[in-house]
């Protein structure tokens, strides 16, 4: 890193050297990064931010890390982590301002117990909420999109900005954030539902057991490798050529549900992302359906 951004960021927050993405990735996989940052609050994340892109300097944010994969090789910049980073304040009795690095099962139970409904959806998905709208998470009907009324960010170009709704750009498992890397979720307003606390709490509860019956959740993952095709499911194409338990290094398709590819046993990322590159082509081989990855790599 550039000596002077190194001071800049240094008198602001610590920087740590060469730590292990393993610890930090869902897969448990991949090499060190050259730099990492981890900030508590606002002002930290967006100094640290206007430093690096004064500096042009390769950053990566990382939030809970479980839909990244990092390269064997490690990554040659800084890791922003937010995960320090969680606030939540309620603006209205259904609307809440809730930080990037929030967890998402966390929140899921503080809007339970004040009988707020929208969120059942999410409880189970274990990213923070800037992952979460980055990616437009979603499941069992429901998607980040649904709720977020607005999102605050930083732009590399212009600073701090809010983006409402529609600006955000959502769709299936993508968004403005995904398309455009120069930004960075700060918070996001919610606007959710005043509902019945138990009837909220049996919903999560039910969603929670489908995962844990449906998903193999003993081994490190990603969730869902691939991004559902239009029209059907990666796991059915996967299943349909046979390409269940398969295994390739220390990776394999999980016999319990085709749409994950686990780290069985010591696997690296190149174990990992050479099993996905073999089971999106042979599927296409044989269905001609593409596979898109949704795990996103950094490198
Ligand atoms: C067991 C298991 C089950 C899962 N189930 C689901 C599911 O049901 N539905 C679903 O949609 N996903 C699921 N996932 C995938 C994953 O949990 C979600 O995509 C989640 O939203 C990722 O959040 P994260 O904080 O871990 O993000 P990360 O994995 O840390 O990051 C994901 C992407 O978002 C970017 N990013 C993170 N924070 C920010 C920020 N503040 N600003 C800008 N970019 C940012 C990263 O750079 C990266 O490109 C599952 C994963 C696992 C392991």
């Given at each position: 890193?550039?000596?002077?951004?190194?001071?800049?960021?240094?008198?602001?927050?610590?920087?740590?050297?060469?730590?292990?993405?393993?610890?930090?990735?869902?897969?448990?996989?991949?090499?060190?990064?050259?730099?990492?940052?981890?900030?508590?609050?606002?002002?930290?994340?967006?100094?640290?931010?206007?430093?690096?892109?004064?500096?042009?300097?390769?950053?990566?944010?990382?939030?809970?890390?479980t839909?990244?994969?990092?390269?064997?090789?490690?990554?040659?910049?800084?890791?922003?982590?937010?995960?320090?980073?969680?606030?939540?304040?309620?603006?209205?009795?259904?609307?809440?301002?809730?930080?990037?690095?929030?967890?998402?099962?966390?929140?899921?139970?503080?809007?339970?117990?004040?009988?707020?409904?929208?969120?059942?959806?999410?409880?189970?998905?274990?990213?923070?909420?800037?992952?979460?709208?980055?990616?437009?998470?979603?499941?069992?009907?429901?998607?980040?999109?649904?709720?977020?009324?607005?999102?605050?960010?930083?732009?590399?170009?212009?600073?701090?900005?809010?983006?409402?709704?529609?600006?955000?750009e959502?769709?299936?498992?993508k968004?403005?954030?995904?398309?455009?890397?120069?930004?960075?979720?700060?918070?996001?307003?919610?606007?959710?539902?005043i509902?019945d606390?138990?009837?909220i709490?049996r919903?999560?509860?039910e969603?929670?057991?489908?995962r844990?019956?449906?998903?193999?959740?003993?081994?490190?993952?990603?969730?869902?490798?691939?991004?559902?095709?239009?029209?059907?499911?990666?796991?059915?194409?996967?299943?349909l050529?046979?390409?269940?338990?398969?295994?390739?290094?220390?990776?394999?398709?999980?016999?319990?549900?085709?749409?994950?590819i686990?780290?069985?046993?010591?696997?690296?990322?190149?174990?990992?992302?050479?099993?996905?590159?073999?089971?999106?082509?042979?599927?296409?081989e044989?269905?001609?359906?593409?596979?898109?990855?949704?795990?996103r790599?950094?490198?």
């Amino acid at each position: 890193m550039n000596s002077e951004a190194y001071k800049k960021i240094s008198s602001l927050i610590e920087i740590e050297e060469n730590i292990p993405m393993h610890e930090f990735t869902g897969f448990q996989t991949g090499g060190v990064a050259d730099y990492y940052v981890a900030p508590t609050n606002k002002n930290a994340l967006v100094g640290v931010l206007e430093i690096l892109s004064e500096y042009d300097e390769e950053y990566f944010l990382l939030g809970n890390g479980t839909n990244v994969i990092c390269s064997d090789d490690g990554y040659r910049g800084t890791v922003v982590h937010t995960s320090k980073f969680k606030t939540v304040n309620f603006n209205e009795p259904n609307v809440i301002s809730v930080s990037s690095g929030y967890s998402i099962n966390r929140l899921c139970k503080i809007v339970m117990r004040k009988g707020l409904a929208g969120l059942e959806f999410a409880y189970g998905i274990p990213g923070t909420l800037g992952g979460a709208v980055f990616m437009n998470a979603g499941a069992y009907g429901g998607e980040l999109s649904n709720i977020v009324q607005s999102a605050t960010a930083f732009d590399k170009s212009r600073g701090v900005i809010e983006l409402d709704n529609q600006q955000c750009e959502f769709g299936y498992r993508k968004s403005l954030f995904s398309r455009n890397v120069d930004l960075t979720i700060i918070s996001a307003v919610l606007k959710l539902e005043i509902g019945d606390v138990d009837e909220i709490d049996r919903k999560m509860t039910e969603n929670y057991v489908r995962r844990v019956e449906k998903q193999p959740l003993n081994f490190p993952s990603c969730g869902s490798t691939f991004k559902r095709p239009v029209g059907d499911y990666a796991s059915r194409l996967i299943d349909l050529c046979n390409l269940k338990g398969y295994s390739y290094g220390g990776a394999q398709v999980s016999e319990k549900h085709a749409g994950f590819i686990i780290n069985r046993s010591n696997a690296t990322t190149n174990d990992i992302l050479g099993l996905a590159d073999y089971v999106s082509k042979t599927v296409k081989e044989m269905t001609n359906v593409e596979l898109e990855m949704e795990v996103r790599v950094m490198e």
